[in-house]
């Protein structure tokens, strides 16, 4: 019989998700505010082709920073639980990467998505229900994971 080897995809989904929900309801929040009083000092004609990019630059600047700081601080975290080497340097820029790519990307159809989005209750309430959920299930998985590699 062979041994299974692999990787249970759902608990470092809820994760990834638990730690995405912790910066938009905290630092996103605040830096999404700030670049829209940036982007409202554009000049009106500018204002709408320019208001996406200066919101995806921002996006992709803070999910750089906290791909790069915070995710793998989890990450060490967990690997000194069970003594294995922390990430490198490259590791922890193939991470920043990542989430500044992606924080580019929801920062830019954030900005054009939010206004016919935040017209409608149902859809906010569902999303806001949904991140609640996935923060949760993050929560437990993350210290289902700690519990286990402090008993092991």
């Known amino acids: ?14 994760i990834a998700s638990m730690l995405a929900v912790f910066f938009c309801y905290t630092v996103g929040f605040a ?11 554009i000049k009106e004609s500018l204002r709408a082709r320019l208001a996406p990019v200066i919101f ?15 995710i793998p601080a989890i990450f060490d ?19 920043g990467f990542n989430c500044a ?28 229900v949904i991140t609640l959920v996935l923060a949760a299930l993050g929560v437990f998985y993350m210290v289902m994971i700690f519990t286990y590699i402090a008993h092991a």
Request: proline share 5%.
């Open 77 to 95: 975290s967990l690997l000194a639980g069970i003594d294995a080497e922390p990430l490198s340097v490259s590791q922890r820029l193939a991470v």
């Open 31 to 41: 830096l999404f505010w700030a670049i829209d009083y940036v982007s409202m000092q």
């Open 101 to 128: 790519v992606l924080g580019f990307v929801a920062w830019f159809v954030a900005k054009i998505v939010a206004p016919r989005f935040s017209e409608r209750l149902a859809p906010v309430v569902v999303t806001g």
């Open 56 to 70: 995806g630059l921002g996006g992709f600047i803070a999910y750089a920073t906290w791909g790069y700081f915070v």
């Open 1 to 14: 019989m062979a041994t299974n080897t692999g990787i249970a995809l759902v608990p470092w989904i809820c």
